[in-house]
């Protein structure tokens, strides 16, 4: 049972460059996370999903875009990378009510030169 | 925004004492949870406390909340040098933030042999 699975693990880029990060999960959860995590910053929301077909914003969603084509995968777009953009990016679903516990994937660590 | 804030912000002990973090947040919650973090990895659930309990066990896991201070504690009895790792509260309001996760900064314990 692979639970969250996030795909690449390690990616360079240079500012300006576009990028999707994919993130996959296979318990049948209605509810995708995009987290980013920085030094000294904990984890802070991009966007979310609460099911299929449905995204909306979290805390953080500027410069970066998803989509949920299917259940099992929510993506993750940089449009035009930006240094600040440089983080670790985890991806976590829970099952299908808010405020449940989360499953997290082991991150995609992500450099913007 | 950040809602919990862990205490301290790192501990160092030693095999078999044990460990106590804590959490504050600011708003009303209808659940806190704790995560444990290791090294390169993505966050692992440990333990959800509702805003109607006081006290939950989990094994060599205590977890106790204090909704008049606003403020929660995790006790790891007997710590192993495997309990090395980062954890982090995490609090949920269904009607503020639409059940999503609000994380802490964290509080990174190192049990040394």
């Known amino acids: 049972n692979a639970g969250v699975t996030q795909t690449p693990k390690f990616r360079v880029l240079k500012t300006g460059q576009s990028m999707t990060l994919l ?3 296979d318990m049948n959860h209605e509810y995708m996370y995009w987290y980013r995590q920085d030094p000294g910053m904990g984890l802070r929301l991009i966007h979310y999903s609460v099911g299929e077909g449905t995204t909306a914003k979290g805390e953080v969603p500027d410069g970066y875009n998803v989509s949920r084509l299917k259940k099992q995968n929510f993506l993750l777009g940089l449009e035009s990378a930006a240094p600040s953009q440089t983080s670790v990016y985890f991806c976590a679903s829970t ?3 808010p405020g449940q516990p989360q499953h997290f994937g082991d991150g995609t660590r992500l450099s913007i030169l | 925004s950040q809602q ?3 205490d301290p912000q790192a501990l160092s002990i030693q095999e078999g004492e044990n460990a106590t973090m804590n959490c504050s947040y600011k708003t009303s919650i209808n659940n806190l949870q704790w995560y444990r973090q ?3 990895r993505g966050l692992v659930h440990l333990i959800l406390i509702r805003s109607n309990e006081r006290e939950k ?3 060599r896991l205590r977890v106790t909340l204090d909704t008049s201070k606003k403020s929660s504690s995790l006790l790891i009895t007997a710590s192993r040098a495997a309990d090395t790792a980062s ?3 995490a609090t949920s309001n269904y ?3 639409q059940g999503n996760l609000i994380f802490g ?3 990174k314990l190192s049990v040394k042999p």
């Open chain 2, 87 to 89: 954890y982090f509260c």
């Open chain 2, 57 to 59: 066990h989990s094994g």
């Open chain 2, 105 to 107: 900064k964290g509080t």
């Open chain 2, 95 to 97: 009607g503020g933030s």
């Open chain 2, 38 to 40: 290791n090294s390169g």
């Open chain 1, 23 to 25: 993130c996959a999960q």
């Open chain 2, 4 to 6: 919990g804030e862990e």
């Open chain 1, 95 to 97: 099952k299908d009510l």
